[in-house]
């Protein structure tokens, strides 16, 4: 059987002070009335139902989750004591399918990505589960890239696309590069943007894990035999506090020899930042998307979210505001990664309150 896997568990730090870390990003609704998670389930409707599908979160996070989708089962919830990155997320959800379904396949979704044509992304899934039952095989989504973006991670191909679906053989995974090589990657045809889905057999990442992260599978080895008992929750955390921080990208992927990817021609965004946001938002006729109570004079290409109170431009341009009951950002559009680093400057000053 196929099952979905939501990857949940993150803080969203670029997105502060809408974003903290007792409500990340996932759970906020930065486009229409369904949140970043809820979207991410529904865009699933057709391939795997809710009953076959799994979220997993931090702790702190479960009953939230629980709240917010509750047409998922409670218990299909899976919550991390700690984070750990994405192998040791991905080794928990695949070892609890395992322990029900040995011919688990999964498709491994972050809960943070902007996908609006849902009929091309299901197409591309089908191929890429398809692709998946090959012994051995892990697939991944790649994005066919519409301008040499520096806020991706790349993956080159081998082969031509030829306008059909395929699981092209993956030669080589690429981090962010700068503008120059970006555009040599877009130039070239071949590459395409590290989206961060996954499609694979449950056995099949397991055993990657084995081979390529023998601390992170020595870590969950005593899992499976735990899952279904009183014993499940102590196996978890015994599990999570002896794994290493990796990512499947970095300790897998990259690594192994039989990786594919499926080209996705669909619009795809994973919302990075206060910039995503106002790119793929409606703008006025200056380029100002505007939210809640705001007035702009002489401003122009500005995203505003004004909370609760009255927000005033005068001459401004080209600004990000987002204001909430305790915390107000202001800055340029082209600066909105560094909103992270006032993330790392609470923690580091011990004004917790604000994170």
């Not at 949140?35 to 009953?63: D, N, W």
């Not at 919550?79 to 688990?104: F, G, M, Q, V, W």
């Not at 300790?251 to 919302?271: C, H, Q």
């Amino acid at each position: 059987m196929v099952y979905t896997v939501i990857m949940a568990g993150g803080i969203g730090s670029r997105f502060w002070p809408r974003s903290r870390e007792a409500y990340p990003k996932q759970f906020l609704n930065v486009f229409g009335e369904a949140t970043l998670l809820q979207q991410t389930l529904q865009r699933m409707k057709g391939i795997v139902p809710p009953a076959r599908s799994f979220v997993v979160t931090h702790q702190r996070y479960g009953e939230l989750t629980r709240r917010q989708l509750p047409e998922l089962p409670a218990e299909h919830v899976l919550e991390e004591p700690i984070s750990r990155n994405t192998a040791p997320c991905i080794a928990y959800a695949a070892i609890k399918l395992l322990a029900h379904d040995p011919d688990a396949v999964m498709m491994v979704l972050p809960a943070d990505h902007l996908i609006r044509d849902h009929a091309a992304f299901q197409a591309a899934l089908r191929v890429a589960i398809e692709a998946a039952q090959e012994k051995g095989a892990l697939v991944t989504i790649g994005i066919t890239p519409t301008h040499a973006a520096t806020g991706y991670g790349y993956i080159q191909f081998d082969g031509n696309l030829d306008g059909k679906l395929h699981a092209y053989p993956v030669k080589t995974f690429a981090e962010k590069p700068n503008v120059a090589t970006a555009e040599r990657f877009l130039d070239s045809g071949d590459f395409l943007w590290n989206s961060g889905m996954f499609v694979w057999r449950a056995d099949t990442i397991v055993e990657s894990i084995q081979k390529y992260l023998p601390k992170c599978y020595a870590a969950f080895l005593g899992l499976g035999g735990a899952i279904g008992t009183q014993y499940e929750d102590e196996a978890v955390h015994a599990a999570y506090r002896k794994s290493p921080r990796i990512s499947i990208d970095y300790g897998v992927m990259e690594r192994a020899d039989t990786v594919y990817v499926v080209p996705g021609s669909f619009e795809w965004n994973d919302i990075g930042d206060w910039r995503a946001v106002y790119d793929l938002s409606q703008n006025d006729d200056h380029g100002n998307v505007l939210h809640n109570h705001v007035i702009v004079h002489d401003s122009s290409r500005c995203y505003v979210d004004a909370g609760s109170r009255l927000i005033v431009l005068v001459g401004i341009h080209d600004a990000i505001v987002v204001d909430t009951d305790d915390a107000l950002l202001i800055c340029h559009r082209e600066s909105a990664q560094q909103v992270r680093n006032v993330v790392e400057y609470l923690h580091a000053h011990q004004l917790e309150q604000y994170v």
